[in-house]
């Protein structure tokens, strides 16, 4: 990397803290939901991208994992009390287990068999949250209070020297600090020596195993890997919104998962974050807009145009700009790091 | 043991329609491996152009179906070209999200154009049941016939065409070698572009079969082809008779887990048990032959 390069990357990095501390002092409290729930959703999206664009594995069943997540932060947070990090972990537990089960599953599928497989997993998943009371409080989901301290600092109640903060500022700073720290776990592993092996699967999965790649293991830790993570957005989504229904965890999640590491850029670290802020702010942008909009007089519904324009970035990002907007702004920001990047890397992996 | 039979042949007449749906994808994966998750739009799409043509219009029943199959059609035409054309050579999960991001669109325009209240589409077929082997026998409906028999006109139509019709050969020629059909002159997108035009007429045919009588449409409709994935996965991705097969399969399995299960099993795990039993069916198929029952086996080249 040269020093240009090295130079913009810290002042990138200086923007980011800057942002962080700063955001939730700017920014009124409807805004921060809207980013706490990006967030949320840029920590599942991590996961998926690891399986997706570096493993190279299908999965719509990410919405399952997510739900997993909830329900232990509903069962090991609010219902037994247990503290944040105790919750937190069990959900990678849980997450990253079931996870490894579904990759041991879908160990001989690809293509499209992969594909209905993890919807399956959805089903199940949602047979399960709707019939099993005892854990889900069944249909009619369930609430309550998960703890949210870590060490002196309650997140539900934060104070720090004397001055209070909304709940909206203090879980702003919890999300997006736990964003940032899945960032840099996922950036991590996927140049560890399993990460190396997700990339070689995905190139070519032969090819990698004649290498003396274990093609299996590959698979399975990054489904896990996934899984754990989703499970993490899960509870955290719990321990944010205080309540789980079991029919949030339905095929539609999962494809918006998908989408989001698709319009963000698949394979690229900023992407998921980018998609999940980016397709989490417009529906709000949207609805805020909507005021202004001549829809009533075109029969749309607020709800509807969202959908509409949700199925169009999906399809116009997937069309016309397979990197995404990481992708995108790579390309944008010039030819000389692309140029020395080997031929046909990133721009496939859409 | 009457109860056991009436279930199968529910059974056999819900299976047919999810064959029946099944084939659609069939006819579009073996010919450019597209795996279409908007075929369940296009499902929804045909309703509610048959509804347009007759209810809205006054058209006869069965002339308004030809119509909006014939419609549906265009509009499979128009969607291949507009957005599958530039996917070729594209990721399996790039030209996945394509297809899962038109059924949302799709779905989105005709809940703009026809709301999402539940309308009815008419009912030729009555109350009008059959009983087979005398009084005490089993009843079949009307409907459950209609549902039988186009599926097996639809697969032995599409069977004929694959072998008589010149289009139908370049279509299978296309399917087996894809690379040695262009170089034998044959023009690839044309066979693209017929096989999501009879997968959107055979969408309409399978919706509406479904939707008519009681049913009525509304936008939830598109569902049908998620449940319709463990028989299309059943009978492998690639065979139209695996398909139907499949389908009637799944069908009969279904319907009898909704018959039994739920007094078999505790508490409330009987609720919607049948959702999930064709899923746990398919892994247990899976497993043991990943490529489906009557699957063309994937062969790899380093």
Request: net charge neutral; aromatic share 8%.
């Amino acid at each position: 990397m040269n020093a240009p390069a090295v130079g913009r990357n810290r002042a990138v990095a200086v923007a980011l803290v800057i942002a962080y501390v700063a955001l939730p002092l700017a920014v009124g409290d409807f805004g921060l939901s809207v980013l706490i729930f990006a967030g949320i959703f840029a920590i599942g999206a991590i996961g998926l991208d690891l399986l997706v664009g570096h493993a190279g594995q299908i999965s719509l069943g990410h919405a399952f994992f997510m739900g997993v997540g909830a329900y232990v932060g509903l069962n090991l947070g609010a219902e037994a009390g247990l503290a944040m990090p105790v919750w937190l972990a069990a959900a990678v537990v849980a997450g990253g287990g079931l996870g490894a089960v579904v990759g041991l599953c879908s160990l001989r599928l690809r293509g499209a068999y992969l594909a209905i497989i993890t919807v399956g997993v959805v089903f199940v998943g949602l047979y399960v949250w709707n019939n099993v009371p005892a854990i889900t409080g069944g249909a009619a989901g369930a609430g309550g209070d998960a703890p949210a301290s870590l060490g002196p600092l309650d997140f539900n109640r934060l104070d720090v020297a004397g001055q209070a903060y909304s709940r909206e500022q203090s879980w702003f700073w919890l999300v997006w600090g736990l964003v940032a720290a899945t960032a840099a776990v996922a950036a991590n592993l996927v140049r560890s020596r399993t990460g190396r092996a997700w990339q070689a699967v995905q190139e070519h999965e032969l090819a990698a195993s004649a290498i003396g790649i274990d093609v299996s293991r590959a698979k399975v830790s990054a489904f896990a890997v996934a899984g754990a993570l989703g499970a993490v957005a899960g509870s955290v989504y719990f321990g944010y919104v205080q309540y789980a229904g079991p029919d949030e965890w339905s095929l539609f999640l999962s494809v918006q998962f998908v989408a989001i590491v698709l319009v963000g850029g698949s394979g690229r670290l900023a992407g998921p974050v980018l998609g999940a802020i980016v397709l989490g702010g417009t529906p709000r942008l949207v609805e805020q807009l909507s005021v202004h909009l001549p829809i009533d007089g075109l029969g749309l519904t607020v709800a509807n145009l969202n959908r509409l324009l949700f199925g169009l970035l999906v399809v116009c990002f997937v069309a016309f700009a397979p990197g995404g907007l990481a992708g995108t702004w790579e390309r944008a920001k010039g030819g000389r790091r692309a140029l020395r990047r080997p031929a046909g890397e990133g721009e496939e992996q859409a | 043991m009457t109860k056991l039979v009436q279930l199968v042949v529910a059974g056999i007449a819900i299976g047919s329609l999810y064959g029946l749906v099944a084939l659609g994808f069939v006819v579009i994966y073996r010919a450019s491996h597209v795996f279409n998750f908007a075929h369940g739009s296009f499902l929804l799409l045909g309703c509610y152009l048959t509804y347009c043509f007759h209810q809205q219009l006054g058209i006869p029943f069965f002339a308004a179906l030809g119509l909006a199959a014939l419609a549906a059609a265009a509009a499979g035409l128009i969607v291949e070209r507009v957005a599958l054309r530039r996917m070729v050579g594209q990721s399996v999960f790039a030209v996945l999200m394509i297809t899962i991001g038109l059924a949302v669109v799709i779905d989105a325009l005709v809940v703009w154009g026809w709301g999402a209240e539940r309308l009815s589409l008419g009912d030729p077929w009555g109350l009008t049941t059959f009983r087979l082997g005398g009084d005490g026998g089993v009843r079949v409906a009307a409907l459950d016939i209609a549902r039988l028999v186009a599926a097996g006109g639809v697969l032995a139509a599409y069977q004929l065409f694959c072998r008589f019709s010149t289009l139908g050969i370049a279509m299978r020629a296309t399917a087996s070698d894809q690379e040695a059909a262009v170089a034998s002159g044959i023009d690839v997108r044309r066979v693209f572009a017929v096989c999501w035009a009879i997968a959107a007429a055979t969408a309409t045919v399978a919706g509406v079969l479904l939707a008519s009588g009681a049913r009525g449409i509304d936008p939830t409709l598109s569902a049908v082809a998620l449940a319709a994935f463990p028989a299309l996965v059943l009978g492998g991705v690639d065979s139209p008779a695996g398909a139907i097969v499949g389908g009637i399969v799944l069908g009969v399995v279904e319907v009898l887990a909704a018959g039994y299960l739920p007094g078999w099993l505790p508490g409330r795990l009987g609720d919607n048990v049948h959702t999930v039993v064709p899923y746990v069916v398919l892994l247990a198929v899976l497993l043991v032959r990943p490529s489906g029952m009557f699957g063309d086996r994937e062969r790899a080249r380093l």
